[in-house]
């Protein structure tokens, strides 16, 4: 069993940044793929990015402005967010699995979700 906990989450203008983070506990985090989604009003759950050991990968709307980092000292891991649109605004959530994909369906945990919302 693996519980997660986002926090980082508010209201920022757009062109602005913010950092998001994600504490995990339960199962060794090292060996966890984490990946973060996110999902607007009305929207279905999309694929942010993910990290597995030193392989990171992200979704299209987010390449070249959000980078993932992990401390498995500390078991979590962050998503850090430049350039911010009003169009990057829904709950963000993290998720654990064992499966280096973007499909919300394959893994197995979920955090509680952080809000995010940019205003232009």
């Known amino acids: 069993q693996v519980q997660l906990v986002e926090s980082g989450g508010r209201l920022v203008q757009a062109g602005g940044s913010l950092r998001l983070s994600c504490v995990a506990s339960?199962?060794?985090?090292?060996?966890?793929?984490m990946g973060w989604f996110r999902q607007a009003p009305g929207k279905e759950r999309e694929f942010v990015g993910l990290?597995?050991?030193?392989?990171?990968s992200y979704g299209d709307s987010v390449k070249g402005r959000f980078t993932i980092a992990r401390d498995n000292a500390k078991n979590t891991v962050y998503l850090q967010m430049n350039s911010l649109k009003p169009e990057d605004t829904a709950a963000y959530y993290c998720?654990?699995?064992?499966?280096?994909?973007?499909?919300?369906?394959?893994?197995?945990?979920w955090g509680q979700g952080t809000q995010v919302t940019v205003s232009s």
């Open positions: 998720a654990a699995g064992g499966l280096i994909t973007g499909a919300p369906s394959r893994y197995d945990y």
């Open positions: 990290s597995s050991g030193e392989f990171k």
């Open positions: 339960g199962r060794s985090f090292s060996r966890l793929v």
